[in-house]
């Protein structure tokens, strides 16, 4: 009787990973430490150090938590996108992503027009009908649009990060293609670092590559040219 053993490179690995749940949630903290003790003044006239001089200069890092949610999207979106198409996989981001955020953007709205607020947190002033939906798209800042909350800065890097990958999820998902795709993305933040604001983003490209390359060693295992 012969048993025939699947290669690594083959097997799907589908399974929730509870750890990054609670990395999230370390991070999530963290960056609200670091709004609510560095940098929000809260009363409009003082800053956070004032009321919390001892814990700020701990909170102070906790804006790190960003460049983790980055690498955390690179290794999730290249676990999950694996076996989708481009539809599946535009379908699975905007579930994931827009129902919360269309939540979050109204509830903003309503109340900074109930109570406006211009200073000491992200916001200036009451928004417009207009800009409002604009913000609903999640594309604001192309179109020059204030956001509603300037918090929600990094939606745009995640989104063009995800259509990045979904062009690649097209083309089709190996472990080379996701290798050669995240080399070519940090090679031309280095030589076109003008096109940062659109497509190279060399300040949060070399996360989000992270992620993807934690990704493979996952799928294909730690050693180079293991996966095809």
Not at 38 to 60: F, K, N, Q
Not at 73 to 92: D, E, K, L, N, Y
């Amino acid at each position: 009787m012969t048993t025939t053993i699947e290669p690594k490179a083959a097997v799907r690995r589908t399974s929730r990973l509870h750890a990054l749940d609670g990395l999230r949630l370390v991070c999530a903290l963290s960056v609200a430490g670091y709004h609510y003790s560095v940098s929000w003044r809260m009363d409009a006239v003082h800053p956070p150090e004032y009321h919390l001089p001892t814990a700020s200069h701990g909170l102070i890092y906790g804006f790190l938590g960003v460049e983790v949610f980055f690498l955390i999207s690179g290794f999730v979106i290249g676990m999950s996108a694996w076996g989708r198409t481009p539809r599946q996989f535009a379908v699975a981001r905007a579930a994931r992503l827009y129902p919360a955020y269309w939540a979050c953007v109204i509830l903003t709205a309503v109340v900074v027009t109930v109570r406006p607020v211009s200073t000491g947190v992200p916001v200036s002033g009451v928004p417009t009908v207009g800009q409002v939906a604009v913000n609903l798209t999640m594309l604001a800042e192309p179109f020059g649009f204030p956001l509603v909350d300037t918090v929600y800065w990094t939606l745009w890097a995640e989104l063009r990060f995800y259509l990045m990958f979904a062009l690649l999820v097209a083309w089709g998902l190996s472990c080379r293609r996701v290798a050669g795709f995240a080399t070519v993305w940090l090679i031309s933040g280095l030589v076109l670092p003008d096109w940062g604001d659109v497509v190279t983003m060399p300040q949060y490209a070399p996360y989000f590559v992270i992620g993807l390359a934690l990704c493979l060693m996952r799928r294909y295992g730690p050693t180079p040219g293991s996966g095809r």
